[in-house]
């Protein structure tokens, strides 16, 4: 029995049925998911959309397939203004996308990503010397520090680039960092507006415009520099000489405006979700000290410190850091939606037919956060993660970064960088905070922690 109507809110001219999920957008939908189900149809300023909390429909909806695909539209067009032919902002029958995603793919193998490990562990210790720099009673907002180390990291071990993030505690944030953060909250803003306003002379609309060309200058003057560097030619250098020297079967290689727009990409893409997920993993375990102190214990057993770059061998022993991040990116991910795209009619599960053109949403945050798919979801218990627990659940039902050729290229990337950086800080610093329950701040397109202050205290309890 196919039913052709999906249950949803009621629609109005023009703003469609918009008003029930603003203005915050992930409790807005979590409330249409307990109201209509777990498929429901909304329609947003004009256009239809489908979300959906359950693993079985996200599973259709994730893979690439006959019936589904990414095709940039409803707030990634937003992020294409700046993103754009880079591979986050392209659609995947795009033929710019098939040759980047095939090129760029080797910098992410096993053997790269272990190349990483020495950049990564002294950034680490970087960070580490500038953060002794407070005293135990001062208040720092660790976000931001996070957010220097892993933007300093895709910098150097991506484009050869040192922002100076990390010198001392009042350098300031570099003009990229203000241009990209500005430019991500507003586009999340230009989502909820109409059409004609994007294209008035608003100081708004200028500044997003001047914080592009912002960004788009510095990088390539990155690039000029590279070019006109005895390096040029280095394809193993970093990801910056895969992309100037890769060339396909077909001797078929990247524009120079298509390594542009992957180096944006890249910059913004390569940071801002593991400086969230280090600083939500603080923020956990500041919270959870029977956790923290397991994964102290962990740390002491593999032998990680503070003042020396870990092997290898010692990130991969990290098994239980490893469960703590995965609950970590369960119960914030950095990303809350992934938009989709019906490309044929299709019927889901539940007997639903959806039209081909329709917009489909994986609503990663309320799937996470569906007490039928993870029990007492607002609890943080890495054991959800052990191998028997997993083995329970559709392994669709945890997607921080998406699955199948359109999913993060860059996770093992992400994981190494937060195992590295986790274990040598907390080595040497115990991280303090008493004060109430934590939300994220729903004007970011990321999952940010809102306003998290702690007290960085010298650990001495080390095991
Ligand atoms: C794509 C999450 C770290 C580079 C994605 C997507 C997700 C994601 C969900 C798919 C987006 C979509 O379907 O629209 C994350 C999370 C990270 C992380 C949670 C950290 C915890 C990184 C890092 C890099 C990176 C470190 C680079 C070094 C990219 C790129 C894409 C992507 C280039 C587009 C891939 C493509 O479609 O070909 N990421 N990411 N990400 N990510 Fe990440």
Redesign the pocket.
Known sequence: HIKDIIPGPRKYPFVGSVREILPDMTKGWMKMFRLYGPLVNINFLGTEVYGTNDPAIVELFAKESEYFT?KIGLG?DEIKAFGGS???T?DSDDAE?KL??KL?MPA?SPRAIKAYLEDMGHIAMETIKTLEEYKPEEPVEILDWTTRL?FET?GRI?FGYNFGLLESRDTPLHPFIEAMAYCLVHAIERTKQMQFIKKLPLEQNKKFDRSIKLMNDIVDQVIKERKESPEATDKNKD?LGFMLNARDEHNLSLTDENIRY?VV??LI???D??A??LAWLIYELTRNPEIEQQMLQEIANVGITHDKVPTYEQVSELKYMHRCLKET?RKH???RV???YCKKDCIVPGGYRLKEGSRCSIN?YGMHHNPEVYPEPEKFDPERFTPEEEQKRSRFAW????TG???????A???Q??KVVMAMFLHRFKFVYDGPEIEFDPNMPTTKPDHFYVNIQPRTDFP
């Open positions: 990414k990634l880079g591979l986050f392209t996308w980047a995603h760029l992410f892993t895709i991506g990801l992957q990409t890249f893409a390569g940071h979700t593991t969230n997920t990116l991910p950095p990303l992934l938009g989709k990663v997607l921080p970064f998406s050729p359109r999913s993060c290229i860059g996770m990337f992400a994981l960088e937060a």
